[in-house]
Structures are given as structure tokens and as C-alpha cells.
């Protein structure tokens, strides 16, 4: 940690609009009076812009006007001047045909509305899955000073006396009725009992994972993953972050200053230590790309792989994020890998302190929730990057989410060209598949959906989980969801669409899978797969207009990303040019 505050009264950003008498001055400023803003709120104190991604159609976000006006608040209390500006929100459960398409639109909409504002530091209100790390890669790439502040999590579900997870039960209760295992009026009478309140799902799924990888990188105030939507700490933690991004601003405390490759290095690791979602792997390496960190595939296996997966949460576990929160949330995560020689103590995070200062005396509550390293639910529960012919540039596996009989597999490929494809098949009874086979998905990675979609945990046949089976080896360019489990190999690198080995393989061909070894092969002779690679020719159709074909034109794999190409680096957010 290296950091040194800015000296205080200066001159921000915002004074090129609101500072002085000249005529634009005027025209800025004077407009911004009919808020019935008085004129000393323009002295040259900090401009603070809190980007909300509230929405109707972003139901996780559905409270962030309300928690807006308690960091405004917060802001006022400081001597800041809030003002809520909107940006765009994509809803994981709503956005077709996959909020992951828009995240970078998001991002550069997010950048633009910062680089030509008068803001001097930005507060992200964000929560569902893609809201935070499309703010947080436009937030990076103009470098002022930057607070995450999360929605936070639903309360539990609860189903019949059973807790009922966001996502996980959805699956869960989906592959039972397929099984003859649920009626139709179960699976309809267990949907109210899913989303009690208002909030991000209520498992590890990405949306929290997401808001631990902010807390965790230092980009958040410490307690801010875990606390639920509907807490009154909640509001709280929304007060005080408007009273820190002020003090931010003064002391001039960045992004670059606080995401360090130490600071990813500690997220990476808080994810295995958390069974985090597959999701914050293109998340991190993005947002990475945005602030010149070198972030590769092989940090998240070097990183993770010898950390356990302590908190018992679904899709791994059992519990959800309320009891997490009433456990001591994820500072005590924290401070258990700062106990273990696993995390950078002296990073820097939004507080201006280390971050280890910040977790030293925090304590667990609940031992079958934040469990003993003895009792991990997987001792090595890093995200594996495996790769071979079948994946040269990598493909990741959530290992305390898959069955490890089968991390180590060979089986017959049945294949599906696409997700029509696969729809079309899989309930067919005469689908010649058995539990051995593994399944393959093409054309779902980041051009191919296009948008990679979470379709890489595709459900098993119904004639097999009629038999019992409830887990299967099933590869894809795809993306899975938080919530989601099994054996399932993602993020395979390069994509079909994009020529990779992936879009070759073919019904009966035998691939292995070996985690051990972080190997992923297709057991075919080199020169054959050659042949066909030679002469394979692409089958998805590349839009012609519209942000689809600036999407698949620039989109990069997600082995770096999924960023567009022209978006990456931090550009910084100057004072641009008056236009009257
Ligand atoms: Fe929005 Fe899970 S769908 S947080």
C-alpha cells in the first residue's frame, strides 16, 4: 500500500462547467438551477455522480432509488453535491438474448455518462449479475475516484420448511418435474416461494459473488457483500459510502490506486474460499483490461488452487446469503485467508486503510456457515482452468460445484451444433446418450449466441434423470449461471464460432476430462483434427447493423474477457471540450 492524498482545496473537474461567470458557466449552471439547487452548492465542493441502475425490468435492482437517497445523504453530510444519474441495466432474468450481450454496451454507456458529465467521483449503485461489473469496467476506464455500493441479497426462500435458493431450486425443481418427481402445480406453488423480497438471488450466484469480488478487490466498504436488501444496514451502508466517496474525491483515491494485480490476486482467491460463480472469471479479467492489470487464466488456477471452499452456501452448499450475513459476511472470509498466508494484507481499498486492518478483529458466527478448513466443502476449490486440443486457450470447471467422480472422465461426445439443437434433442427417447457420455454444446460462446449465454449447465435428459442420474460431463463455449452445479466445462477457448477445436468435434468422438492434470482432450489423431479444422467453415450469421454487429464484430474471447476490443484501457475521464 502506497498511497498518498492529494492535497485539499483544489480545483476539481466539475468547476469547467459550475466555476466562474463566463457565459458557458452560466449556461451549465443556470440550467441546473431549475433543481432549485442554491448557488454555494457550485463553490467548487465535489460533484458526486451516483449511477444507478435501477429499473423496473432489473427486479434485483429494484430498491436502488430509495437506498440512492440515503448516499445522498451521506453525500450532503460530507459536504459533497449528489446528483443520480441513470445508466443502463441489464436484468440476468429478463434481458434477451442475454443481459452478458449488453455488458459491455453498459460499460461504454457507463464510461460516456461519466467522461461527459460534470462528476468529480462516482458511487455504482449495482446488483444484479451484469450491473456490477459493466459500472465497474466504464468506472475503471475513466479513473476518478469510484465507491461499489450493492444492493445486497433477498431474503431466504422458503418452500414446505425448506429453504429455497434464487436460481439453484429453479433448476433443481425444473429437472424434478422432468423426472416425475414434482407436479406442475408443486413447481407453480413453489415459485412464490422464491423471491420473498427485494434484492439479488439469494445464493452465491453471480450477483453476489460479483458484490464479494468488489468488496474483495477493495473497490467497496468492508461488510458491503452480504448485507440483505431489506436490512436496515443496508441503508445504512449506502449513508456511509456517500460520506467516504467525498473524502475519496479530496485525497484523489483511484481505481488504478486500489485494483492493483495484488488486489485481483485477493479476489480470485476470495472466490474459490466462497464457491463463487464461474461468471467472475470474464468479469475480473475485463475489468482487469480496464485498468492495465495483466489478468490471465492462469492467475485464477495458480491463485485458487489451493484454497478451500469454506462458505456453505448454495449452488455448493446449503445455506444463503441472509445466514452468510448473520455469520459476519465476508470480512471473516477475508480474515480467514489473511490467517492462512492467503491474501495481500496491505492492499489498499476505498477506505484509504489496508485491507487487513479493516478485517483483524472481525469474528464468525456460525461455524456450519463459514465452516473450519477441515470441514471445507472442497479443499481446492479455486476455479481449474484446464486446457488441450480441445481447449487451447483454456476452459474453466467449478470444481465445488461438480461431482468428483466425475473430474476425472472419458466418454463419448454427443453433440449439439447449437442450443436449437439441443432443445430439439434432448428430450427425444431415442437420443442415443447414456450417464457416461459427455455432452457437447457449440456456437454459445461470445460471438456465437451471440452474447455466451448461460446455457453451458444444459439439463440433462429427461429419460435419464428419470433414471436417476443428476450428474453428467458437459462441455460448451457457454457461460453457466452462479446458481447452477455439476460437472460442466465452460468458457471453452476459442469458441466455435469463432473456429476453435470445439467446432469440430463430432457424435462418438471420446474426450477426456482430467482435472488433476487440467487437461481437456479430444482423442482423435492430430492430423485428423487438422483436417477437419482445415475444413471447417462458420455457421453463425454475423449481424449487419445495429449494436449486434458492433458486438460481434469487436468481441474478444473469453479466455481475455469477452471485452470489446475497442473498449479496453483506461482512457481517463479529462475535461472535455464545451460544445456552445
Ligand atoms: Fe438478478 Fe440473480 S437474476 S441477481
Redesign the pocket.
Known amino acids: 500500500m502506497s498511497f498518498t492524498p492529494a492535497k485539499w482545496p483544489r480545483s476539481l473537474r466539475s468547476q469547467e462547467w459550475y466555476g466562474g461567470s463566463g457565459r458557458d458557466v452560466i449556461y451549465h449552471r443556470g440550467w441546473l438551477k431549475n433543481q432549485g439547487w442554491p448557488h454555494d452548492m457550485f463553490d467548487g465542493r465535489p460533484v458526486i455522480g451516483i449511477l444507478n441502475t435501477w429499473s423496473d425490468l ?4 429494484g430498491h436502488l432509488r430509495e437506498l440512492a437517497e440515503k448516499v445522498k445523504a451521506g453525500i450532503y453530510e460530507a459536504g459533497g453535491f449528489p446528483v443520480e444519474v441513470p445508466v443502463f441495466s441489464a ?3 429478463t434481458y434477451r438474448p442475454t443481459a452478458m450481450m449488453f455488458r459491455n454496451l453498459a460499460a461504454m454507456a457507463t464510461e460516456e455518462a461519466i467522461r461527459g458529465q460534470p462528476i468529480d467521483g462516482c458511487v455504482l449503485l449495482v ?3 451484469k ?1 456490477t461489473p459493466s459500472l465497474m469496467m466504464g468506472a475503471a476506464s475513466c479513473d476518478l475516484p469510484t465507491i461499489v455500493v450493492s444492493g445486497g ?1 433477498m431474503l431466504n426462500g422458503y418452500f414446505r420448511g425448506e429453504r429455497v435458493g ?2 439453484t431450486h429453479l433448476w433443481k425443481f425444473s429437472e424434478a418435474v422432468k423426472a416425475g418427481e414434482m407436479t406442475q402445480e408443486e413447481f407453480l406453488e413453489a415459485e412464490a416461494s422464491m423471491s420473498r423480497s427485494t ?3 439469494n ?1 452465491m ?4 459473488t460479483m458484490a464479494s469480488m468488489a468488496e474483495a478487490l477493495g473497490m467497496a466498504l468492508s461488510g458491503n457483500a452480504a448485507i440483505p436488501a431489506v436490512d436496515s444496514r443496508r441503508r445504512v451502508m449506502a449513508q456511509m459510502t456517500g460520506r467516504r466517496i467525498v473524502q475519496m474525491v479530496k485525497d484523489d483515491l483511484k481505481p488504478s490506486d486500489i485494483m492493483t494485480k495484488e488486489a485481483f490476486e485477493n479476489a480470485i482467491r476470495t472466490n474459490a474460499a466462497i464457491g463463487g460463480s464461474t461468471n467472475a472469471v470474464v468479469h475480473l479479467l475485463a475489468i482487469a483490461g480496464r485498468v492495465g492489470i495483466d489478468l490471465t487464466l492462469e492467475d485464477w488456477d495458480r491463485c485458487g488452487r489451493d484454497v478451500p471452499t469454506i462458505v456453505n452456501l448454495m449452488p455448493s452448499g446449503k445455506y444463503l446469503m441472509e445466514e452468510f450475513y448473520y455469520a459476519g459476511g465476508l470480512p471473516v472470509v477475508l480474515k480467514r485467508l489473511a490467517d492462512a498466508g492467503m491474501l495481500h494484507q496491505s492492499a489498499l481499498t476505498v477506505s484509504g486503510g489496508a485491507i487487513g486492518d479493516e478485517i483483524a478483529h472481525v469474528l464468525n458466527h456460525n461455524e456450519d456457515v463459514i465452516l473450519p478448513a477441515a470441514q471445507a466443502l472442497t479443499q481446492s476449490g479455486g476455479i481449474v482452468v484446464v486446457r488441450g486440443n480441445l481447449a487451447p486457450r483454456g476452459a474453466v470447471l467449478k470444481p465445488s460445484a461438480a461431482t468428483p467422480a466425475l473430474m476425472q472422465h472419458r466418454g463419448r461426445a454427443v453433440v449439439f451444433e447449437d442450443i436449437d439443437d439441443y432443445k430439439a434433442k434432448i428430450a427425444d427417447p431415442d437420443l442415443d446418450i447414456d450417464e457416461t457420455c459427455v455432452m457437447v454444446l457449440k456456437n454459445c460462446g461470445p460471438k456465437g449466441y451471440p452474447g455466451m449465454a448461460e446455457v453451458g449447465n444444459m439439463g440433462l435428459p429427461p429419460k435419464l434423470l428419470k433414471k436417476g442420474i443428476t450428474d453428467m460431463v458437459r462441455i460448451s463455449d457457454a457461460r453457466m ?3 447452477a452445479y455439476g460437472t460442466v466445462v465452460l468458457h471453452t477457448s476459442p469458441e466455435a464460432a469463432a473456429g476453435g477445436p470445439l467446432a469440430v468435434v463430432r457424435d462418438g468422438d471420446m474426450i477426456e476430462l482430467d482435472v488433476a492434470n487440467r487437461r481437456l482432450h479430444l482423442d482423435i489423431p492430430d492430423a485428423e483434427l487438422e483436417a477437419r479444422l482445415a475444413a471447417w467453415t462458420p455457421t453463425h450469421e454475423v449481424a449487419a447493423t445495429g449494436y449486434l454487429m458492433l458486438h460481434q464484430t469487436h468481441v474478444e474471447g473469453a479466455d481475455t474477457g469477452a471485452d470489446l476490443d475497442f473498449l479496453k484501457g483506461c482512457r481517463g475521464a479529462p475535461v472535455g471540450k464545451d460544445s456552445h
Do not use: F, M, R, V
Open positions: 432489473t427486479p434485483c435492482n436484468s440476468e432474468n446488483g444484479c449479475d450491473t441479497p434464487s436460481g434484492g439479488t438471488c445464493t450466484g453471480t450477483a453476489s449461471s452462479g446458481t
